[in-house]
């Protein structure tokens, strides 16, 4: 679709405003809300990263890109969520220690919260003490870990030793994702769920409270 097209040139661009009155453009054309979120922002974020990754665009052009997708879930948020629900459960988010890549972190929490499961994040760079007081405060069921970086993956390992030695993995479920991450590190570091993206990740937590 063109404005889909439009939203993924303009986010490659770093035009944040006209991302944002785009996307408002589609929402009121009445387009799905996931699919400008796939067609549009991942599929421009896409083109970035493997850009990124030939050395054909550089990190400034990467940040403005990351500014303008986070400006674009703005308007798209409150369509991704579900209205007047009440949470179903609990969640804790982060970025894990040390790595500071917050896009896929930030599409998890919403659509988990799309899932009617209220979500506390607590941002980047994310150590296990961090966690560990944030499990006492919040009391949620599930602790939901993202890692970007091959260098960052091992901090989720750090973080499930820090929530056990502290007594608390009985009390929640802890799940893992990230652009290194797979199903068989999961398994290795004793997490108790993977996703590979942030839709499935929200089904995966649904499907505890089932
Ligand atoms: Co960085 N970066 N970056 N970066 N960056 C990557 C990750 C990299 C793959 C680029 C590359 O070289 N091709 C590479 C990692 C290589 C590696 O480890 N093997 C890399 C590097 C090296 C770095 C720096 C070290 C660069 C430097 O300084 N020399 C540096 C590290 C900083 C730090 O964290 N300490 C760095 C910095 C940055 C920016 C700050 C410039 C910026 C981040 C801005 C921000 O997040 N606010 C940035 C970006 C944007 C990227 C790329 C281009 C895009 C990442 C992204 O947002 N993707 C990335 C290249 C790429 O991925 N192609 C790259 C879109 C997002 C929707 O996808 O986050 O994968 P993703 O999330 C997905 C899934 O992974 C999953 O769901 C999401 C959507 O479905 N998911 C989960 C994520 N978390 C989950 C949790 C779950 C379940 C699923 O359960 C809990």
Do not use: W
């Not at 799905?32 to 421009?44: Q, R, T």
């Not at 150590?127 to 901090?155: E, H, R």
């Amino acid at each position: 679709m063109q404005i889909l097209n439009n939203i993924s040139e303009l986010l490659q661009k770093g035009k944040a405003k006209d991302v944002k009155v785009l996307i408002q453009e589609a929402l009121d054309k009445g387009i799905i809300p996931n699919d400008i979120l796939n067609e549009g922002l991942i599929a421009g974020m896409s083109i970035i990263g493997e850009k990124f990754k030939n050395n054909e665009v550089y990190v400034p052009e990467v940040l403005i890109a990351a500014r303008a997708m986070n400006a674009g879930l703005e308007v798209l948020k409150p369509a991704l969520k579900k209205s007047g629900v009440e949470p179903i459960g609990r969640a804790i988010i982060c970025t894990v220690k040390g790595d500071l890549h917050d896009i896929g972190k930030n599409l998890v929490k919403m659509m988990i919260e799309g899932q009617g499961i209220e979500c506390i994040d607590l941002g980047v760079d994310a150590s296990g003490s961090n966690i560990v007081d944030a499990i006492i405060k919040y009391n949620p069921q599930i602790v939901c870990l993202s890692a970007l970086l091959t260098t960052t993956m091992m901090a989720q390992k750090d973080i499930i030793l820090a929530i056990t030695k502290a007594g608390l993995r009985d009390k929640v479920k802890i799940m893992v994702g990230g652009a290194p991450v797979t199903q068989d590190f999961a398994q290795q570091i004793g997490a108790d769920l993977y996703s590979p993206d942030a839709a499935s990740a929200a089904t995966l937590a649904r499907s505890l409270y089932k």
